[in-house]
C-alpha cells in the first residue's frame, strides 16, 4: 500500500510541515473542504479532520478543492514512480506523457499490454483515481499553468490543455480550484513576458536537496551540436512532441529549475514538462537514494560532499539508444562528432529564434534509410546500428517510458553488438531505471581501484547489492570522483 495509509506519518510530516514528502500524499481536509501538500504554510488542521490521499486526482474525485496557499497541485510528481515498473507505475508516466489525452483509455491499455479493465482496477485501487481521472487532474494542472504564465485567450488554453469544450474547461477549474478561469488570472501577480517571443516561462520544482553539477554538466558535455548547447547559464535542446518540435531552455536554481518553453502546438505542453522533468530526474526522493548510500563508508564521504545527485536522463529514449551505440568504446568528443555528422545529415530542420539550435534528432524511420557505408565506424559498429535503428523504426523494440526494465534489458541484450554495458546505460539513462549499475565502465572501476573497492565487475557488483534499489545514483557518486568536464557544471 501506498505511504497515505500510513495515518501516524503522514500526520507528523503535515505537523512538521516536511516538504520532502510533497508529491507522496496530499491531506484533505474535512472542515474546509480542501486539500493541500504536506508543506502547506498554514496552520495544521487537528488529525482527527485530516484524510490521506495517493494524488491530486483522489482528492478532486472526492470532492476536495486544492488549496489556493501551498497550491498542491504544483507538487513536485510523486517519485514511486520513477522507481518501479510495474503495471501502475508504467501506466503511471504514460499519463503524464499525454497519453490519455491523445488515444484514450484504450490507447493506453494497449500501449501497456493489458485490458483496459486491469488497468481501470489496479489504478483505482492504488491511487484512488482511475486513468480519466488522473488524465483530468493533469489537464487542470496545465491549465492554470497557461492561464498564470500566459496572455492567451481562454478558449485556446482549453484545448491546449487538453479539454474537449470551453465548458468543460469553465467547470473544471472552477470545481479544482474553486475559481473561474478569468479570476485566476486576476489573482496572478503581473510578470516581466520573456524575452523570446511566444515562449513560455515556467518553474519546474524539485525535491531538495539536487547537485546540479553532474546533472547539467553531463548534458552539456555531451551535447550534440544542432540539437543541444550549453548557453548563458542553461542547457538548451530541441524537442521532438507528438504534435510538432519545441525548444527548451532548463536553467538551474536554488529551488526551482527554470524552464522557457518555445512550442509549435501548445497541445504539446504537458508532454514538453514531463519530459524535462524526466530529463532531470526532478521526481527524485533525494533523502532516501542518499541515506541508503551513506551505509557504505565509502560511499559516506562522497555523499555528504555533495548530496543530492541526479541521474541525467532523456527526452527521447530511442535518440539515447542511437547515441549510446555511438558512443560504443570511444571518447565523448568523437560520440558527439559521430551523432552532430547524423544530425546535419538527416536530422529535421528548426527554427531556433535564438539561433543557437539548428534540428531535431533524426527519427528512426530516417537513420533506417540511410547508406551503412556511410557510417565512419567499425563494420560491426554499423551492423549494431543498423540493426538498433531498424527495430526501433519497425516498432520490434520499444523504449517508452512504459518499458518493462528487466524484459527490455534482456532484449537489447540480444541484439549484435550489445554487452552490458550498452544496455545498462540506455537501462539507466532512457528507460529510468533507478538500480541500473555499470560495473564494466572504465570510469567506475577507475572510481573503485581509488576508493578502495573492488575493480573487477563482478567484485565490485557483489559490493553494490548493498546500495539497491539505487546502484544507478551510486554510479553519478563515483563518477564525480574523476575530473571529466560531466562533473562540472558548466561556467
Known sequence: MGMH?????CVRAVQSKDARFDGWFFTAVLTTGIYCRPSCPVVPPKPENMVFHPSAASCQQAGFRACKRCRPDTSPGSPEWNQRADLVARAMRLIADGVVDRAGVPGLAARLGYSTRQVERQLLAELGAGPLALARAQRAQTARLLIETTTLPMAQIAFAAGFASIRTFNDTVREVFALSPSELRTRTPKRQGP???????????????LNPDNLFGHLAATAVPGVEEWRDGSYRRTLRLPHGHGIVALTPGPDHI???????????????ISRCRRLLDLDADPVAVDDRLRTDPVLAPLVDKAPGRRVPRTVDEAEFAVRAVLGQQVSTAAARTHAARLVAAHGEPVDDPEGGLTHLFPAPGALAALDPETLAMPRTRRTTFTTLVRMLADGDLHLGVESDWPRTRAQLLGLPGFGPWTADVIAMRALGDPDAFLPT??????????LGLPSTPA????????????????????WATDSHPINFLPV
Open 459 to 478: 567484485a565490485l557488483t557483489s559490493r553494490a547489492a548493498a546500495w539497491r534499489p539505487w546502484r544507478a545514483y551510486a554510479v553519478q557518486y563515483l
Open 258 to 272: 527554470a524552464c522557457r518553453l518555445t512550442l509549435g502546438d501548445l497541445r504539446d505542453l504537458t508532454v514538453a
Open 5 to 9: 495509509t500510513d495515518t501516524e506519518r
Open 441 to 450: 565502465d572504465l570510469g567506475i572501476r577507475r572510481a573503485a581501484r581509488d
Open 195 to 209: 524575452s523570446t517571443p511566444g515562449a513560455l516561462s515556467l518553474r519546474l520544482p524539485f525535491r531538495a536537496p
